[in-house]
RNA sequence: GGUUCCGUGGCCGAGUGGCUAGGCAGAGGUCUGCAAAACCUUCCACAGCAGUUCGAAUCUGCUCGGAACCUCCA
C-alpha cells in the first residue's frame, strides 16, 4: 500500500505522514463555539476531520482525537463591549450561560450524528480547563512572554519573535506572516493602551461584576483568553508535541499562529508537526459566516427552512456533497449543487445497493472478459492511493462512479455475470461496502428500513406484477402512480422484477 | 496596503508537462404495454497575452477578475 501523504500548511508542502510514536496518532481540531447554531460551513472541518480520523485507523493507527467545545465565550476585540458572546446572548434570550451553552452543545451533537461524523475519542471543554489555562499563563510570565495590566495578561510577541527567530521559530511562521510588517499594517483600534504592542494578544482578561462567565485567577476574577483554551487542553491529552492539528484556515491566523507561541513557550516545542487545514464554504462567492450575515444553519438545511432554499437537503446530501471537493479547495452553495449531488449519491447509492444483491455466479472463468476485469480491479484498488493522497474523496468518487455502469450493467444482464471474475466481484463487493460505509460513512438516506414496510411493498409489488400479467393496466399503473405521489419509485427491469426506492 | 490563494465546458467540481476525471443538466439511441429507472453514444473546457519546451490547462512573467486572512469566525 502506499505511504500517506498529507499536506502541511507550515511546510505548505505534501508531506508523508510519520507519527511520533509508532502505531499512534494524535489528532486535535479545534471544535465549535457554542454560543450558536452550528452552519453549512461549521459542518465542513468536522466532515473532513471524521474523513482522517477514519482513514488513520483504517490504516492501523490508534487515534487519539481530540476536538474541543468552545463554551466560555471568548469576548469580541478589545474597545467594543466589555463582554463575551455568550454572557451577551445569554441575557437576551434570559438563559443561564450554562443552559445556553447546553442548548448549542446538544443541538451540535446532534448535527454531527446527522452528518454521520463519528464522536472524537475525548470532547473537553473550555470551562472544564480553566486551571490549566490558569496554570500555562502562569508559566508563560515566569518564563518573560506574558504580562499582565489591569487584571489582564497579555503575550509579548514582539519578545517571543525577537527570541524564537534564533531559533528559526519566529512569530508568522505559520501564516507566513512577517511581524514588523503587520506591526507596521495593523489598524488602529481603540483601547489598545494596555497592550504594549498591537501585535500582542491577551491570555487572561479582566471581567467586571456585571459580567457573566468569570473565574478567580491569580490576576483577579475574568476569563481565559482568546487562544489559551487550545494549548492547554491539546497539551493535556496529547502532550507537548503531537502529530495532527486540523481547523479551519480561517483559524490559521491568528488562532493557530498564537497557540503555537504559547505552546512553544511553555514547552519548547512547536505543538504539532502537521497542520490541515480545511477551505471554506462560500456563497454567491463569498465565505460563509456570521459577519457576513450568510449563514444557513444545519437545522435549516436539513428542513429548507431558509429563505435561499429551494428544499430541503438530507444530511447524507451535505456529507456527499463536501465530500465530492477536496477539502483544501473551496466549495460554492447554491441549490443548483446540491440538487446535482442529491441526484449523483442517489445513483451511487442504488448501485451500491444493486451491488449488495448480485449473486455470485462468475464460475464461467473461460467467459472473463480481461480488459474489464483488468478497469475494475484498477478502479478498486486506487480508492487506497487516493485515500493516501491527501484525503482526496473527490478521486475516490469519481471511481466509484465509473463502476456504477458495470454494477447497473451486471444486475440489467447487459453485461454477464461472468465477465469479471469471483475475485473481482468479491473485491468490488467488499470495497464498495467499506469504503462507502466505513471510509466515506455514507449511510442510507431512507429511514425505512424495516420488516413490516418492506413485506407491504412487497405485498404492492406483487399486486402490480399480477395485474401486468393480466394486462390489467389500469390497476398496475394506479399502484405504480399512487406510490410515486407518495415518493415511492418502483422500478421495472428486464427480467420482470419489480424495486422499490424510497425519494 | 500586507500575507496567502484561486480563475477548468450550461452548473458543480478532479487534475497535472504528452495518456479525454467524475457528478448534474442537454442531445440521440437501446430496453419497456406506457413511463420511470438502467444501459450505450454524444455536444460543450482549461480567464487573457507573451515566454520556456519537441510538446502546457499543467512551468515562468505580465494583465484582467475573484476570494480568504490581517478583528470573533470552520
Redo the contacts with the bound molecule.
Keep these: 500500500m502506499s505511504e500517506l501523504k498529507v499536506y502541511n500548511s507550515l511546510t ?1 508542502e505534501k508531506e508523508i505522514f510519520n507519527p511520533i510514536t509508532h502505531g499512534l496518532v494524535g489528532l486535535y481540531v ?4 457554542v454560543s ?1 447554531e ?9 466532515i473532513t476531520f471524521d474523513i482522517v480520523y477514519r482513514w488513520l485507523m483504517h490504516s492501523g493507527y490508534k487515534v487519539r482525537y481530540v476536538r474541543n467545545i ?1 463554551d466560555a465565550g ?4 478589545e474597545g467594543r463591549a466589555a463582554e463575551d ?1 455568550i454572557s451577551k446572548k445569554a441575557i437576551l434570550e434570559q438563559l443561564e450561560p450554562m443552559e445556553l451553552v447546553q442548548k448549542y452543545t446538544n443541538l451540535f451533537h446532534w448535527a454531527m450524528h446527522k452528518l454521520n461524523n463519528l464522536d472524537p475519542t475525548i470532547e473537553p471543554t473550555a470551562t472544564g480547563h480553566i486551571t490549566e489555562q490558569i496554570s500555562m499563563i502562569e508559566k508563560i510570565i515566569a518564563d518573560g512572554y506574558g504580562y499582565e495590566v489591569n487584571g489582564s495578561v497579555y503575550f509579548d510577541v514582539a519578545k517571543y519573535n525577537t527570541d524564537f527567530s534564533k531559533k528559526d521559530e519566529p512569530y ?1 511562521m505559520l ?4 511581524l514588523d ?2 506591526i ?4 488602529d ?1 481603540d483601547n489598545q493602551t494596555e497592550k504594549r504592542n ?2 500582542d ?1 491577551a491570555l487572561w482578561k479582566n471581567a467586571p461584576p456585571e459580567h457573566i462567565m468569570r473565574w478567580t485567577s491569580p490576576w483577579g476574577m475574568g476569563f481565559p483568553g ?2 489559551i483554551e487550545c494549548s492547554a487542553m491539546s497539551t493535556k491529552y496529547l502532550g507537548s508535541e503531537f502529530d495532527i492539528h486540523g ?9 493557530h499562529e498564537c497557540e503555537i507561541a504559547q505552546s512553544n513557550v511553555c514547552n519548547h516545542k512547536i505543538p504539532a508537526r502537521y497542520w490541515i ?6 456563497i454567491n ?8 450575515n450568510n ?1 444557513i444553519t444545519l437545522t435549516q438545511l436539513f428542513s429548507g427552512d431558509n429563505p435561499v432554499l429551494q428544499q430541503a437537503y438530507h444530511p447524507m446530501v451535505i456529507r456527499f ?1 463536501i465530500l ?11 441549490n ?2 446540491l ?3 442529491e ?6 447509492w ?2 451500491y445497493e444493486n451491488l449488495k444483491k448480485l449473486s455470485m455466479i462468475s464460475d464461467h472463468q473461460s467467459m472473463v472478459n480481461t480488459e474489464l476485469d483488468t478497469k475494475v480491479n484498477k478502479l478498486l484498488n486506487e480508492f487506497d492511493e ?1 485515500m493516501n ?2 484525503f ?1 474523496t ?2 475516490v ?6 463502476l ?6 451486471i ?2 444482464q ?2 454477464a455475470a461472468g465477465s469479471i471474475s469471483a475475485e473481482t466481484m468479491e473485491l468490488l463487493k467488499q470495497n464498495i461496502q467499506f469504503f462507502v460505509e466505513e471510509i466515506l460513512g455514507l449511510k442510507s438516506e431512507s429511514e425505512t428500513d424495516n420488516n413490516k414496510f418492506d413485506g407491504v411493498m412487497q405485498l404492492l409489488i406483487n399486486m ?1 406484477k399480477d ?2 400479467v393480466k ?1 390489467d ?2 390497476t ?2 394506479k399502484i ?1 402512480n399512487e406510490l410515486q405521489t407518495l415518493g415511492i ?6 427480467n420482470g422484477n419489480i424495486s422499490y ?1 424510497v425519494n
Design positions: 505548505r479545534c471544535g465549535p463555539t450558536g452550528s452552519h453549512l460551513g461549521h459542518a465542513r472541518p468536522y468552545t471568548h469576548f469580541e476585540e458572546k508568522g501564516s507566513g506572516r512577517v510588517e503587520m507596521a499594517t495593523t489598524r483600534l498591537t501585535a494578544f482568546w487562544h481547523g479551519g484556515m480561517d483559524l490559521l491566523f491568528p488562532h487545514h480545511n477551505n471554506m464554504i462560500t462567492g463569498k465565505k460563509m459566516g456570521k459577519s457576513y449563514v456533497f465530492q471537493t477536496h477539502y483544501r479547495s473551496t466549495l460554492d452553495f447554491s443548483e449543487a440538487q446535482a449531488s441526484k449523483g449519491l442517489k445513483r451511487l442504488e448501485a487516493f493522497d491527501d482526496s473527490a478521486k468518487l469519481a471511481n466509484m462512479f465509473e456504477v455502469p458495470v454494477i447497473n450493467g444486475k440489467d447487459h453485461i402490480r395485474a401486468r394486462k393496466y389500469a398496475s399503473d405504480r419509485q418502483l422500478k421495472d427491469d428486464k426506492v
